[in-house]
């Protein structure tokens, strides 16, 4: 049997034709474009996936600044316990922390009543509340079980790190606040 017209042979060469050739053959530009339906139809669904991630990203930002301010007050109760450490050896009633002029007694246990230091947003120290981002807050306790001794010679420092902070504000949090206590056991020996 043969067929003649547009049969299965005749569609199998048509799809190897070049477009050209295949117009002189009898095609269409219809079976060869979109409808303007399809062509709505796909911008709906890409206007509608730009919006949603377009919608996501002040949250992502926000996220991203709070992980931001977690690390930085990490590092910086870190550089006041590196201070505190290196020369709690040699000077344990009187332990300075540069960059700034304060000093903590490792001797005694004390609560502060204004931020003892700041930092700005690099998490350098300061003593000065202008330009800072975070306040800090230094606790001493030396009356420790397990380690009480006369003289006293280890004691237990909490840096409490918070942000942002609020000049002359005592070591409560406010509620716009946000904080973070570290704790570590420094010892003169």
């Not at 930002?61 to 050896?89: M, N, W």
């Amino acid at each position: 049997m043969l067929c003649y017209g547009l049969g299965s042979a005749d569609r199998r060469k048509r799809f190897r034709l070049p477009i050209g050739r295949w117009l002189q053959k009898g095609g269409s530009y219809r079976n060869q474009a979109f409808s303007l339906l399809e062509v709505v139809i796909a911008m709906g669904v890409i206007t509608v996936g730009i919006v949603g991630i377009l919608g996501v990203m002040p949250t992502a930002l926000q996220s991203g600044k709070s992980a931001q301010d977690e690390t930085r007050a990490a590092h910086i109760a870190q550089s006041v316990f590196g201070s505190l450490v290196a020369s709690a050896p040699s000077q344990f009633s009187a332990v300075p922390l540069p960059p700034t002029s304060v000093t903590i007694d490792l001797t005694a246990s004390s609560s502060p009543t204004l931020p003892t230091l700041y930092a700005d947003n690099y998490g350098t120290l300061t003593s000065s509340a202008t330009g800072a981002t975070y306040g800090i807050f230094i606790y001493t306790n030396n009356a420790l079980p397990g380690f009480a001794t006369t003289p006293p010679t280890a004691n237990q420092v909490t840096v409490r790190v918070l942000w942002p902070p609020i000049p002359g504000q005592g070591p409560t949090p406010a509620p716009n606040q946000t904080f973070r206590d570290y704790m570590r056991i420094v010892s003169k020996y």
